[in-house]
C-alpha cells in the first residue's frame, strides 16, 4: 500500500485529505457519518476575535455546477471557541486546525495569539480574503501590501504553522503567494471563493441579501487547479490545493499541480463521507500505478 502522509511546516498529516473552513463545521457535525481521525486535518469555520452575527438572509443560492454565500463569518468569537468548542474537539486524533479572519492586523493577530496556547490546535489557516475596515473594505488578500501587514502582524504572535488562506480575486496570485512567504507564512491554501452574483428575475433581485458572495463548487476547479499550478511554481513552500473537488480524480489533479494537501469543501454538503471515499480514492489509485508513495506525483506536471 502506498504511503500517503504527507508534511506541511512542522505539520504532519496522515494522509493529504482535509476540510475546508466554512463546510465542515468543528468536525463533531460529522462524527455520525464518517471517522474523523480518518483524514489528515480539519480546518474548522472561521473564528474572529468578537463574535459576529454575520449577514442577514438569504445568504446562500445554488447556482449551476457550485454555490454562492454571504454568511459573513458568523461565529461567537475565540474566547467562546477556546472556553467550548476546544475542549470538545482538543482529542480528535487527527490536526485540528483554526481558520482565523479579522478586520485590521490587529484583530488578526490578538486572534491568532490566544489560539496560539491551546496545545492541541497545532496550526491556523489565515482568512486574508476579508475587508480591511481601515482602507475602505478592500479585502487584505487583493494587496501585496495588505497580505504582508496580516501576516508580519500574525507572525509576531503566533509560533506554531502558519497556512495563509489566498483569494483569487487578484491579478496576480503569485505575487501575494511571495509577499506573504516572505513574511514567514509556513504554507499557503488557495483558492478561496471567486465572486460571484445571482439575480431573480422574477422578484428582479439579487438572491443574496447583499447582492454578491462568494462562488465554490466544480464551477471553479479549472481556475484553482491552474492558480495551484502557478503558485506551486512561484514559492518554496508548501501548496494546499481547493476549489471545487468532488472526488479522488479531482484531488489527485491538484497533487500533480504541485499541492502537498488538498481541501474539500462544498462536496461535504452533498456527500458527508467524501472526504474518506476521497482519501482511500487516492490510494487505490496509487496501488493500481504502482506508486509507493503520494509524493511520487505531487508536482509532477511541469
Excluded at 174 to 194: C, F, K, M, Q, Y
Excluded at 236 to 264: H, N, Q, R, Y
Aim: charged share 20%; glycine share 10%; hydrophobic share 45%.
Amino acid at each position: 500500500m502506498a504511503k500517503l502522509n504527507v508534511k506541511i511546516g512542522a505539520l504532519q498529516l496522515k494522509n493529504p485529505v482535509m476540510t475546508a473552513s466554512g463546510t465542515f463545521g468543528y468536525g463533531l457535525e460529522f462524527a455520525d457519518f464518517m471517522p474523523l481521525d480518518g483524514i489528515g486535518g480539519i480546518i474548522v469555520k472561521g473564528t474572529t476575535l468578537n463574535p459576529r452575527e454575520g449577514n442577514d438572509y438569504p445568504r446562500m443560492a445554488e447556482t449551476a455546477q457550485g454555490m454562492l454565500n454571504c454568511v459573513g463569518l458568523q461565529n461567537k468569537g475565540v474566547d467562546y471557541f477556546c472556553t467550548h468548542i476546544y475542549p470538545q474537539i482538543k482529542d480528535i486524533d487527527t490536526n485540528m486546525i483554526v481558520n482565523v479572519s479579522g478586520s485590521s492586523p490587529e484583530d488578526y493577530a490578538e486572534c491568532a495569539a490566544r489560539i496560539d496556547a491551546l496545545e492541541h490546535i497545532p496550526a491556523i489557516e489565515l482568512n486574508i480574503s476579508c475587508p480591511n475596515v481601515k482602507d475602505g473594505g478592500m479585502a487584505f488578500g487583493v494587496t501585496c501590501a495588505g497580505a504582508a501587514s496580516v501576516v508580519k502582524a500574525v507572525r509576531q504572535r503566533y509560533h506554531k504553522t502558519l497556512i495563509v488562506k489566498l483569494s483569487p480575486n487578484v491579478t496576480d496570485i503569485t505575487e501575494i503567494a511571495r509577499a506573504v512567504e516572505a513574511e514567514g507564512a509556513d504554507a499557503v491554501s488557495l483558492i478561496n471563493t471567486l465572486m460571484g452574483m445571482a439575480i431573480d428575475i422574477e422578484k428582479r433581485k439579487p438572491l443574496l441579501s447583499i447582492r454578491t458572495g462568494g462562488l465554490s463548487g466544480p464551477a471553479v476547479k479549472p481556475v484553482a487547479l491552474r492558480m495551484v499550478w502557478q503558485v506551486a511554481k512561484a514559492v518554496g513552500i508548501p501548496v494546499v490545493g481547493l476549489g471545487g473537488i468532488s472526488c479522488a480524480k479531482d484531488a489527485i489533479e491538484f497533487l500533480m499541480a504541485g499541492a502537498t494537501a488538498i481541501e474539500i469543501g462544498t462536496a461535504n454538503f452533498l456527500d458527508p463521507a467524501i472526504s474518506i471515499k476521497v482519501r482511500d480514492g487516492i490510494e487505490a489509485w496509487l496501488d493500481s500505478h504502482g506508486c509507493q508513495s503520494v509524493e511520487d506525483i505531487i508536482g509532477v506536471i511541469d
